[in-house]
């Protein structure tokens, strides 16, 4: 079902559309900033951010907390794309807070979901 989901993405992608969401706070909250996949698909995404985003280490190894923006990318922006071809990619860019809560450091990774 996952792959009907990331496939869907990347139809959406394909057609100019995004898909981006942030995660953080102290229980790693997702919130949307652009989804058009209905609420079916949105919760199976939501497992796929639980499992594979949230436990990724830029989450897991900083001392202070991080929030992050995640957009989802293909390797191609080409006009014409045939979206049955093309990679999916997750950007993430991360800003770690130090103990004062400023933001200490910003982590940059790029996730190959196919």
């Not at 698909?41 to 280490?57: D, R």
């Not at 006009?79 to 860019?93: G, P």
């Not at 800003?95 to 990774?109: A, H, L």
Request: overall charge negative; hydrophobic content about 40%; proline content about 1%.
């Amino acid at each position: 079902m996952l792959t009907d989901v990331f496939n869907k993405i990347t139809y959406h992608l394909s057609k100019g559309e995004e898909v981006e969401f942030s995660v953080g706070g102290s229980y790693l909250e997702t919130r949307w900033i652009k989804n058009p996949l209905d609420d079916n698909e949105t919760s199976i995404l939501y497992m796929y951010i639980i499992e594979e985003v949230c436990t990724q280490s830029f989450f897991t190894d900083v001392g202070y907390g991080a929030d992050g923006v995640f957009k989802f990318t293909l390797d191609s922006l080409d006009a014409i794309v045939i979206y049955e071809e093309c990679t999916l990619f997750l950007e993430c860019i991360v800003e770690v807070y130090d103990e004062n809560g400023e933001i200490d450091e910003v982590v940059r990774e790029t996730l190959n979901v196919n």
